[in-house]
C-alpha cells in the first residue's frame, strides 16, 4: 500500500488529549514533524526512539514538504503533528495544496481544538438555551489580514457567544471594537492562557475592565479570548431533561 502523510491534530495541551487514533499513529510512526513552538512535545514521548523528529518552528513550507517527500520515498510511516485541532489556523491547507503537486497522498486525523479545551477548563457550555445558540470563531486582523466583513466589530452585531483566537496581544483593540460592534461593557469575558497545559492561567472580567486584568496577569500569547452572555449568570434549562417534554425516546 502506498506511504502517506498522515496530519494529526496533537490536542489543546493536555498530552492525554490527543485522540486515539492520533496516538496510535504517532507510536507507528518513522518520521514526525511537529509544531514545536505550538504543541506540547512531551506527545513525543509516544513516539518509538527510532522515529525521526523534526522540529518545523524554523523551517519554510518547502523544506517542511522536502521532509514530507524524503520520508515517503524512503518507505516511512510519516506524521504532520499540528497544535489543537488543525481545521481552525492550522496552515494545513497550503501543505495538502504541495503534496498534491507531488503525487503524495494524505490522509487528516482531527484534534481536540484548544476553543473546547477552554470551555471545559471553566465549565462552560458556548450554547445556552434562550441564551445563546450560536458560536463565532474569529480573529482580529494583524499581519493576517481579515476579510472586512468578517471584522470583529461586524460580528459583535450578533451578540452571540464568540472565541478569538491570536488576538491577545491586541486586547485593547480587540475590546474597543466589540464594544463599537454592540456588546455591552458588562458583557462578560474569560481569557485563558494556555487551556488545559499544566501553566493553564484564567482571567475573568467583563468588557470594561478584561484588558487591565489581561495586561496586570502578563498574558501576551497563547491564550483565547471568549465573550458572550453565555458566561453570565441567566441560563435556562434544556428541554432534552425536561420531565414535561417527550420526544422519540421518552413519552
Not at 514545536?36 to 512535545?41: E, H, K, M, P
Not at 506524521?79 to 503524495?104: A, H
Not at 479570548?225 to 453565555?230: L, R, S
Request: glycine residues 8%.
Amino acid at each position: 500500500m502506498k506511504n502517506k502523510v498522515t496530519f494529526v491534530g496533537a490536542g489543546p495541551g493536555d498530552v492525554e488529549l490527543i485522540t486515539l487514533k492520533g496516538y496510535k499513529t504517532l507510536q507507528n510512526a518513522d518520521m514526525v514533524i511537529y509544531a514545536g513552538s505550538l504543541i506540547n512535545t512531551k506527545l513525543l514521548k509516544y513516539c518509538k526512539e527510532t522515529c525521526e523528529l523534526h522540529n518545523s518552528a524554523t523551517l519554510e513550507l518547502g523544506e517542511i514538504i522536502n521532509l514530507m517527500k524524503r520520508g515517503i520515498e524512503s518507505g516511512y510511516s510519516v506524521v504532520r503533528l499540528q497544535t489543537g485541532d488543525f481545521s481552525l489556523y492550522g496552515s494545513i491547507r497550503e501543505q495538502i495544496e504541495e503534496l498534491k503537486k507531488i503525487n503524495i497522498d494524505f490522509e487528516a486525523i482531527p484534534g481536540v481544538s484548544s476553543f473546547l479545551g477552554a470551555a471545559s477548563a471553566v465549565g462552560t457550555e458556548f450554547t445556552v438555551p434562550e441564551v445563546s445558540q450560536s458560536l463565532i470563531i474569529t480573529r482580529m486582523a494583524g499581519r493576517t489580514p481579515v476579510p472586512l466583513k468578517e471584522s470583529l466589530r461586524s460580528f459583535a452585531q450578533h451578540q452571540t457567544s464568540m472565541v478569538i483566537f491570536l488576538s491577545i496581544q491586541g486586547i485593547k483593540d480587540v475590546v474597543s471594537e466589540l464594544l463599537a460592534g454592540g456588546y455591552s461593557d458588562k458583557t462578560p469575558v474569560v481569557v485563558i492562557y494556555k487551556a488545559t497545559w499544566p501553566d493553564e492561567k484564567i482571567v475573568k472580567g467583563n468588557l470594561s475592565n478584561i484588558a487591565e486584568k489581561v495586561i496586570e496577569a502578563d498574558i501576551t500569547k497563547t491564550a483565547l479570548i471568549m465573550v458572550g452572555d453565555f458566561l453570565g449568570e441567566t441560563y435556562y434549562y434544556s428541554k432534552l431533561y425536561d420531565s414535561e417534554f417527550s420526544h422519540e425516546y421518552r413519552q
